[in-house]
């Protein structure tokens, strides 16, 4: 940084080209609509900043020097590169295009995000999308990732990062039509222990479901027939009638619409709800790209989210 600094600052480059195209600094001045003193000062300080003469200057004209007829063919190919990059990076931001990198929760990206990258793909052409479906926590910046869909309880632990609240979700209770036929419906939250449960051991408060109504709180430590780490498991095996599971709205959605499930004593819920977060690497500048990846994504929870 510090060799362009020693260059000069780009109103002075500009200056000096167009006094030495016009041919002084009068022409240059009415072609620019400044006052020629000032385009006199910036030359000046131009050649003190190089230590050598650019213009030869006389009360009736002004001439480049040897030096400066060789650093003018310099500068002004500079400067058509400055305006080339420039406008390539209109013409960029004008029409959306290049790589979005996105972090993903599997079972999330799975539901939600996958089913409408076709679309979003054939609305943008330009666009291309990397997924990449884990868990963890990443290090946007640190990774390069554009955007991270997080699903979670608190906002977002980096301060320094931009969080975009898309939707918001609850935990519920639910079972199979089948298997509450075949054993009963719980009517208070003690009555689970009776009950096969499938536990989600990545659950905040796993072992025990924490539950709400109405300003009421019970915890309950179910008696579970399986434990597992994927809520997708857990949700087939609710399906398929093994038993009651303590689940997200927004997983068990499809289902309930469906009636495949149905919701274990209604108004319960956990404790702590939570909501879907995009995530940003710092910076108030939000790439084209990935700003319509986020509205999509918002779209597409808001079109088919459960209540």
């Not at 260059?7 to 167009?18: I, K, P, Q, R, S």
């Not at 009651?244 to 619409?257: C, E, H, N, S, V």
Request: positive net charge.
């Amino acid at each position: 940084m510090q060799e362009f600094a020693e260059l000069g600052d780009l109103e002075e480059l500009t200056t000096f080209v167009a006094v030495a195209e016009a041919g002084g600094f009068a022409a240059a001045a009415k072609a620019l609509g400044r006052d020629a003193s000032v385009l006199s000062r910036r030359v000046s300080q131009l050649e003190r900043r190089l230590g050598v003469r650019l213009l030869s200057r006389t009360t009736r004209r002004v001439a480049l020097t040897e030096v400066g007829a060789l650093y003018l063919r310099r500068v002004q190919g500079v400067l058509d590169d400055l305006v080339s990059a420039s406008r390539e990076a209109s013409d960029h931001a004008a029409t959306p295009q290049g790589l979005v990198r996105v972090s993903l929760p599997l079972s999330f990206g799975r539901q939600w995000i996958a089913p409408l990258l076709p679309a979003f793909l054939a609305d943008h052409p330009r666009i291309r999308v990397e997924l990449r479906l884990t868990d963890r926590f990443v290090d946007l910046v640190a990774e390069g990732f554009d955007v991270a869909i997080r699903v979670a309880a608190s906002r977002n632990r980096d301060s320094s990062l931009t969080a975009r609240r898309i939707a918001s979700y609850r935990n519920l209770l639910v079972a199979s039509p089948a298997y509450l036929a075949a054993h009963g419906t719980p009517e208070a939250p003690a009555d689970l222990r009776a009950h096969a449960c499938l536990g989600f051991t990545g659950y905040a408060g796993w072992p025990d479901w924490p539950l709400m109504k109405a300003g009421r709180r019970e915890t309950v430590r179910p008696a579970c027939i399986l434990v597992a780490d994927s809520t997708e498991v857990l949700l087939g095996a609710a399906i398929d009638g093994a038993g009651i599971t303590f689940t997200a709205d927004w997983l068990a959605g499809p289902a309930l619409r469906s009636g495949a499930l149905v919701e274990v004593l209604p108004g319960w819920s956990g404790r702590e709800s939570g909501a879907v977060y995009a995530i940003l690497p710092p910076g108030r500048l939000v790439p084209a790209k990935t700003r319509l990846f986020v509205d999509a994504v918002t779209r597409a929870i808001k079109a088919g989210w459960a209540r």
